[in-house]
Nanobody
Framework: QVQLVESGGGLVQPGGSLRLSCTAS????????MGWYRQTPGSERELVAG???????DYADSVKGRFTISRDNAKNTVYLQMNSLKPEDTAVYYC????????????????????WGQGTQVTVSS
């Protein structure tokens, strides 16, 4: 019994901000790492950011300095704050649960888990 429900997507102008939320049923977020992925039509789903239970993080180079991932373990909720949005950020964003964050020598890397949210559309356009 694991269910991920996402919210916060929408249409925004370049330079604007959006905040995505993902709430999980059960206690999955209290004992596993979580992440956000995104996907455009015809392309492979790519990692945006991941976060561990102890708050270690992993970000894609394309979003570093603009996006911030955070979590509230008591609420079983993970967030993605997206600032300075660009048209190339346009995608369907998916919450992922049950993963792990591992040390790779120069930083942490998120490995995805088996649970996915339904996806929420983010469109950045003027």
């Amino acid at each position: 019994q694991v269910q991920l429900v996402e919210s916060g997507g929408g249409l925004v102008q370049p330079g604007g901000s959006l905040r995505l939320s993902c709430t999980a049923s059960g206690s999955i977020l209290s004992r596993n790492a979580m992440g956000w992925y995104r996907q455009t039509p015809g392309s492979e789903r790519e990692l945006v950011a991941g976060i561990s239970q102890s708050l270690n993080t992993d970000y894609a180079d394309s979003v570093k300095g603009r996006f911030t991932i955070s979590r509230d373990n008591a609420k079983n909720t993970v967030y993605l704050q997206m600032n300075s949005l660009k048209p190339e950020d346009t995608a369907v964003y998916y919450c992922n649960a049950g993963g792990s964050l591992v040390w790779k020598g120069t930083g942490y890397a998120y490995t995805g888990g088996p649970y996915w949210g339904q996806g929420t559309q983010v469109t950045v356009s003027s």
